[in-house]
């Protein structure tokens, strides 16, 4: 099993699994002996299940919370993403990575902070909300706009309850419908922009979502004054081989997984394939 | 330079195909194409540009990357690289430049991609001077010629009375060992014809003309059948897919493959939720022109395209890489 081409998965151990929605589920896994997978948040690992195939998934657990553990948050859509939902706990899968570029952390250091994940976009951001939420000291303001369709698909629950709990954190969150149970924001996420005012010049904005939200969450963020280079974004992109060869990903000259998956709205802007 | 006759050549590649694994242009129902041979009787010598490029043999159409085995919660995991020598004979200069075009972002960007070196160390590229252009051919326009011997380790040229032998490189010398070689007599052949060039654009003036009616122009009648890709030197994207080989009671053997793909075909870029970044025909046609003409020399190096004309001689409804070259020179004004 030992071999040194990036090509070949390492067999990991599922040690838990916890259904987050009717069409998501968390999934911890462990490397061999207790390895740190060495990840940075916004990298992803291509997930193989041995006969059915292998597609990439965003990381969404922060590398301040590794315990010799990550954690994958998978929406059942197709093959892969299938046959993981019918894993247990104690079943292996096949992983290679990390791979791709994240988000720089060092470069929002000191800086105010503005999150906007939309439905399973927030997957790729919690691992850096969680990052950012374990050094606190380290960062200005840290505002964070979730916005989901129904209160049902709302993701890791529990967490938003804490970040909603804590004075530090300035969260609002939305669903496009409400239902009977919810009291909360009724509205797309662009209805939480108006809540909130931002010192333009020293905030980061971080957003993930379906390709429909980006063109009016970046709307928002840049009727905001909010930099162009200060906009990071998470684009999906079907991918084959993690390293640039494949070709799947590819936008124009870039290579959403090398060159990505996080991308400055300033380097895509003119890429006419990229939103 | 070395001097055989026909009968040393036939007799040299007799002697190869029982060491190592020989392929060479043969005619297969009337078509030339590369293919593993036994013996020197079934090498063409005099033949046209094969109709399918050599790529299958470095980059191979369908290839076992990994052999999986579960046994019950154990998994081995084996990776697959034939290890036979093999020699390409009689392959066209403008196909070794395609391999070369791969090389470019297969072998010198990081990380390497471990199965195309295997194959690249493994192969020697004996290759075989045109006389002529063939219909479609525009290698001199990209950087090639039919005398080429640049990404050769052999170049041989034919000649009146036999064949002169040139070695490019130490794995060239090396295959040449055990040639008879005799005195020269004749000359070699010289090309009998070569075609109009076709303007090349430089990458940056391509951009400008991305939102340019050309592409529905050329796009709308593309079938996304993708034979542009199936017979091109220099297009390598893959699909890679799992296959189960055999389930028995405890055991379940799968091999991991990689196929060619297309950036035309229609699924190519389609991601699990739905969602297709180049939805239309002309758009994806399109790509194909820009990675060639425009991203992969920007990103890589070399153009993406060497002239072979396969492309057009294959395409079912006219399309002409050519002709989109010519329509990019002229409406970048050259």
Known sequence: MTTSSVYAPEMARVAAVRPLTELEKLFTIELPDGRSLGHAPGQFVMLSIPGVGEAPISITSSPSRSNGAFELCVRRVGDVTGALHRTQPGGWVGIRGPFGHGFPLEQMRGKDLLFAPGGLGLAPLRSLINQVLDERGAFGRVIILYGAKRPAELLFRDELEEWAARDDVEFHVTVDRGDESWEGHVGVITTLFPLIAVDPRNTVAVTCGPPIMYRFVLMELLGKGIPETQIYLSLERRMKCGVGKCGHCQINDLYCCQDGPVFTYAQIKNVPEAL | ?334
């Open chain 2, 1 to 334: 330079m070395r001097f055989t006759t026909p009968d040393g050549l036939r007799a040299w590649l007799d002697r190869l195909a029982q060491e190592i694994d020989l392929i060479a242009p043969t005619d297969v129902d009337g078509h030339a194409l590369y293919r593993p041979v036994s013996s020197s009787d079934e090498v063409l010598l005099d033949y046209e540009r094969p109709e399918l490029s050599a790529k299958d043999y470095l980059l191979p159409a369908t290839e076992v990357m990994l052999r999986v085995e579960q046994r019950g919660s154990s998994v081995t995991i084996e990776e697959v690289l034939p290890d036979r020598k093999q020699v390409l004979f009689g392959i066209r200069p403008c196909d070794a430049h395609g391999l070369a075009v791969i090389d470019a972002l297969f072998l010198e960007q990081d990380p390497p991609d471990r199965y195309y070196r295997h194959h690249r160390e493994r192969t020697v590229l004996v290759g075989m001077a045109c006389t002529r252009m063939w219909e479609g051919c525009f290698c001199t326009s990209m950087g090639g010629g039919p005398m080429d011997p640049t990404h050769l380790d052999v170049l041989v040229r034919p000649g009146e009375e036999g064949f002169f032998l040139r070695p490019v490189t130490p794995k060239g010398v090396a295959i040449l060992e055990g040639l008879e070689v005799t005195e020269p007599r004749g000359e070699p052949l010289p090309v009998e014809e070569y075609n109009e060039p076709v303007p090349v654009t430089e990458p940056a003036k391509w951009r400008p003309l991305f939102g340019d009616r050309i592409w529905m122009r050329h796009g709308e009648r593309c079938l996304s059948c993708r034979i542009c890709t199936y017979v091109c030197p220099t297009c390598r994207c893959f699909d890679v897919t799992d296959r189960v080989v055999e389930v028995q009671p405890g055991v379940t053997r799968i091999e991991r493959i990689r196929a060619w793909d297309a950036c035309t075909s229609t699924n190519y870029r389609r991601v699990a939720g739905g969602h297709n970044p180049r939805p239309t025909k002309p758009e994806r046609l399109r790509n194909r022109f820009y990675c060639k003409f425009c991203y992969y020399p920007e990103d890589f190096g070399p153009l993406g395209c060497v002239g072979c004309g396969r492309c057009i001689l294959s395409c079912p409804v006219d399309i002409d890489i050519t002709e989109m070259m010519r329509d990019v020179a002229e409406r970048s004004g050259g």
